[in-house]
């Protein structure tokens, strides 16, 4: 098994780290693919670049294709975070912190300011 998010799932069955109920699975495999595809392109490559290479001059073009959506994925983020139900392990999640792809008007998604070192 070679992908971090099926060995994730794979390691959380039959434990308290995976829910029972199969919604609230399908909503822990969907923020999975949210990490995939809208977090890692944009913010762990550009973090990769800048911290661990030192070569942000040398990405500066393709960082500043990436911060768009990188900040977009970060809102998306926090809107969550700004709405979940603080409940027990193994509850159901209201339908207002199920996944939601465009959140943008929502009045907590400027936690993260454009000027904050994420790039």
Not at 39 to 65: M, N
């Amino acid at each position: 098994m070679a992908e971090s998010n099926a060995i994730l799932f794979y390691l959380a069955r039959d434990s308290t780290l995976l829910p029972d109920t199969p919604l609230t699975q399908v909503q822990i495999l969907q923020w999975l693919f949210f990490e995939q595809y809208s977090h890692e392109p944009y913010i762990a490559t550009s973090r990769f670049w800048i911290a661990l290479l030192g070569k942000e001059e040398k990405y500066r073009d393709d960082l500043e294709k990436k911060r768009a959506p990188g900040y977009a994925a970060l809102r998306l983020i926090d809107s969550h975070l700004a709405n979940m139900l603080i409940s027990s392990p193994g509850a159901t999640p209201s339908p207002r912190s199920a996944f939601t792809p465009t959140p943008m008007s929502h009045p907590k998604a400027t936690l993260i300011s454009p000027a904050s070192p994420i790039f």
